[in-house]
């Protein structure tokens, strides 16, 4: 059974770097093609960040594209997100998931918590 | 395309029948269409896919319905476990997902 594990640092200084790692045990990452991040906050919801495929094709959110990459290693089993120029307003929960079926998302992280803050 | 869900807030008991919708803002294919429930502490955790196709280990008691603009979740008879918040979420173009606000289901 697959499972996902996000890691991250907890705490951002404003206008720093956010970079998070999401891990997958219990099955290869090539299982799945499609992998995302998204994100949540009292104040907006769920918002979806990014998207990329076994292929290395790539999708963003508009409203953060100018800011994030997303990026995958095959060989670590890991999927990777950068946020650069960090807010107060990007503080959230970021979670990964895995796609099994077409234009959803069923496997999913825990979670972690970011918090920018100086 | 913007989602819409209502109510925001539904209290019904256990055993009853829970009705929550969720409006798009523009006629979508029922393929995109997707519904999950997440509880506090939680990730979201996908109930339905394609409208009404119920993802992996989910109980016949949840069913999706809709088409155009306008889609329901239905819980048939609610469960003490099933008292949680409901996203619907689209896929679309730009950005490619969204998510509806939300429908919190409370025991009344």
């Known amino acids: 059974q697959m499972h996902l594990q996000e890691s991250g640092p907890g705490l951002v200084k404003p206008s720093g770097t956010l970079s998070l790692t999401c891990t997958v045990s219990g099955d290869s990452f090539t299982t799945l093609y499609w992998w995302t991040w998204v994100r949540q906050t009292p104040g907006k919801g769920l918002e979806w960040i990014a998207e990329i495929s076994q292929t290395g094709t790539t999708y963003y959110n508009p409203s953060l594209k100018s800011r994030s990459t997303i990026s995958m290693d095959k060989s670590k089993n890991q999927l990777s997100l950068d946020l650069k120029s960090v807010t107060a307003a990007d503080t959230a929960v970021y979670y990964c998931a895995g796609q099994t079926f077409e234009y959803s998302y069923e496997i999913w992280g825990p979670g972690t918590l970011v918090t920018v803050s100086s | 395309i913007v989602l819409t869900q209502s109510p925001g807030t539904l209290s019904l008991s256990p055993g009853e029948r829970a009705t929550l919708s969720c409006g798009a803002s523009q006629t979508t294919d029922s393929r995109y269409l997707a519904w999950y429930q997440q509880k506090p502490g939680q990730p979201p955790r996908l109930l339905i896919y394609g409208t009404s196709t119920r993802a992996t280990g989910i109980p016949d008691r949840f069913s999706g319905s809709g088409s155009g603009t306008d889609f329901t979740l239905t819980i048939s008879r609610l469960e003490p476990e099933d008292f949680a918040v409901y996203y619907c979420?689209?896929?679309?173009?730009?950005?490619?997902?969204?998510f509806g606000q939300g429908t919190k289901l409370e025991i009344k």
């Open positions: 979420q689209h896929y679309g173009t730009s950005p490619l997902y969204t």
